[in-house]
């Protein structure tokens, strides 16, 4: 029996389902040994389209061995810049490939066949066959990976470090706090920054289970005094990036004696007096901050956190409270027929991607 050659980054991978491409009888091999060593990994840069009611979409899959057996994923849209991912899980059996996104994402399974990549891409509601042409050899990540010790009076964990590839001496840099439930949008975000020029760091806490908890205050500031010690990063432009329920916990760290340099905050719930409270201390240091709201997330009461954390933080300048009314809770609009009749890939709520990486960067001057 073949074993799966594979690359975890969360879990374990949740099968979505395309009937053509399901394992006969066949499991991975508990020890993770290899019965065939010989078939090549297919590694590579694949492109090819998908498609679904008339529309066409171009979609780039880079596949590198980052190890002995293992690969590791880069899907990109050229047309829609902002979707590009890296697959946070990833299985291939001779010659069978599946990879996904993250709990809820894109998903597809593939079987190659000699330069060829034939299967079937799942995307929210919309499931359709692709056949991919490998086009040469794959691209390597613009920026280096590590692990990072980050410790605290609860013990330490292995943060994720992104350290970007360029002739930059100090790079700004981003902490990434992350529920296990938002650690997928931590990552998707980490890389995208990286690519970009920030050294980014993810680091997970539990959700607090009362307002005194102060275990995620606890690893916000110890990463961000890890990442304050890099030699490739600029000790005074770090800052934190949270989404949902963290994000009171990661203001009081970052209005803490030595502030951060900003704070990104996404669906930070302020719907009531008592809740925006926790932002003041953001206020009270002058720490600027971009708090975003996706107008269709359910997960928190969005009118109501936006109006009252603009008041909570005083309207200082630097500090931007910004809502994108169409956008899922992901800020992706969901695809969708248009006027016309004609098929709308879901793509990035509009100015996203490009008002975050500008809102960064003026606090990095």
Same mark, same amino acid.
């Given at each position: 029996?073949?074993?799966?050659?594979?690359?975890?980054?969360?879990?374990?991978?949740?099968?979505?389902?395309?009937?053509?491409?399901?394992?006969?009888?066949?499991?991975?091999?508990?020890?993770?040994?290899?019965?065939?060593?010989?078939?090549?990994? #297919?590694?590579?840069?694949?492109?090819?389209?998908?498609?679904?009611?008339?529309?066409?979409?171009?979609?780039?899959?880079?596949?590198?061995?980052?190890?002995?057996?293992?690969?590791?994923?880069?899907?990109?849209?050229?047309?829609?810049?902002?979707?590009?991912?890296?697959?946070?899980?990833?299985?291939?059996?001779?010659?069978?490939?599946?990879?996904?996104?993250?709990?809820?994402?894109?998903?597809?399974?593939?079987?190659?066949?000699?330069?060829?990549?034939?299967?079937?891409?799942?995307?929210?509601?919309?499931?359709?066959?692709?056949?991919?042409?490998?086009?040469?050899?794959?691209? #390597?990540?613009?920026?280096?990976?590590?692990?990072?010790?980050?410790?605290?009076?609860?013990?330490?964990?292995?943060?994720?470090?992104?350290?970007?590839?360029?002739?930059?001496?100090?790079?700004?840099?981003?902490?990434?706090?992350?529920?296990?439930?938002?650690?997928?949008?931590?990552?998707?975000?980490?890389?995208?920054?990286?690519?970009?020029?920030?050294?980014?760091?993810?680091?997970?806490?539990?959700?607090?289970?009362?307002?005194?908890?102060?275990?995620?205050?606890?690893?916000?500031?110890?990463?961000?005094?890890?990442?304050?010690?890099?030699?490739?990063?600029?000790?005074?432009?770090?800052?934190?990036?949270?989404?949902?329920?963290?994000?009171?916990?990661?203001?009081?760290?970052?209005?803490?004696?030595?502030?951060?340099?900003?704070?990104?905050?996404?669906?930070?719930?302020?719907?009531?007096?008592?809740?925006?409270?926790?932002?003041?201390?953001?206020?009270?240091?002058?720490?600027?901050?971009?708090?975003?709201?996706a107008g269709l997330d359910t997960t928190t009461n969005v009118r109501e956190?936006?109006?009252?954390?603009?008041?909570?933080?005083?309207?200082?300048?630097?500090?931007?409270?910004?809502?994108?009314?169409?956008?899922?809770?992901?800020f992706r609009q969901r695809g969708r027929l248009g006027p016309d009749g004609?098929?709308?890939?879901?793509?990035?709520?509009?100015?996203?991607?490009?008002?975050?990486?500008?809102?960064?960067?003026?606090?990095?001057?």
């Open positions: 029996m073949k074993s799966i050659r594979s690359v975890y980054s969360i879990g374990a991978l949740a099968v979505s389902g395309a009937g053509l491409l399901l394992l006969a009888a066949c499991s991975a091999d508990p020890d993770g040994s290899q019965a065939d060593a010989s078939a090549p990994l #297919p590694t590579g840069h694949y492109e090819g389209p998908i498609s679904y009611q008339g529309t066409e979409l171009r979609v780039a899959l880079d596949l590198c061995e980052v190890a002995p057996g293992k690969l590791q994923a880069d899907v990109s849209f050229p047309q829609v810049p902002g979707l590009e991912f890296e697959a946070a899980r990833l299985k291939y059996q001779e010659p069978q490939l599946r990879l996904e996104q993250g709990v809820g994402g894109i998903s597809l399974q593939a079987v190659r066949e000699g330069d060829f990549l034939r299967g079937v891409l799942s995307w929210d509601s919309v499931r359709t066959d692709f056949v991919w042409a490998r086009r040469g050899e794959a691209a #390597p990540r613009p920026f280096r990976e590590q692990t990072l010790a980050v410790r605290t009076a609860g013990g330490a964990q292995a943060g994720q470090l992104r350290l970007p590839d360029d002739t930059v001496t100090h790079h700004p840099a981003v902490a990434l706090v992350a529920q296990p439930q938002t650690l997928a949008a931590a990552q998707t975000r980490a890389a995208y920054l990286a690519r970009r020029g920030f050294v980014t760091l993810v680091v997970t806490a539990a959700t607090p289970a009362q307002p005194t908890d102060s275990g995620a205050y606890q690893v916000a500031a110890a990463a961000l005094a890890a990442l304050r010690r890099q030699a490739a990063v600029d000790s005074g432009r770090v800052g934190y990036w949270v989404r949902g329920s963290l994000a009171p916990q990661v203001a009081v760290a970052a209005g803490k004696d030595k502030p951060a340099a900003f704070v990104v905050m996404e669906a930070a719930p302020a719907a009531t007096r008592e809740q925006a409270a926790a932002y003041l201390p953001l206020s009270r240091q002058r720490v600027p901050v971009l708090a975003l709201y956190s936006a109006q009252r954390l603009r008041a909570a933080l005083g309207y200082r300048s630097g500090s931007q409270v910004r809502v994108y009314p169409q956008a899922g809770s992901e004609q098929w709308q890939w879901p793509r990035p709520a509009e100015g996203y991607w490009e008002g975050l990486v500008e809102w960064l960067r003026q606090r990095g001057k």
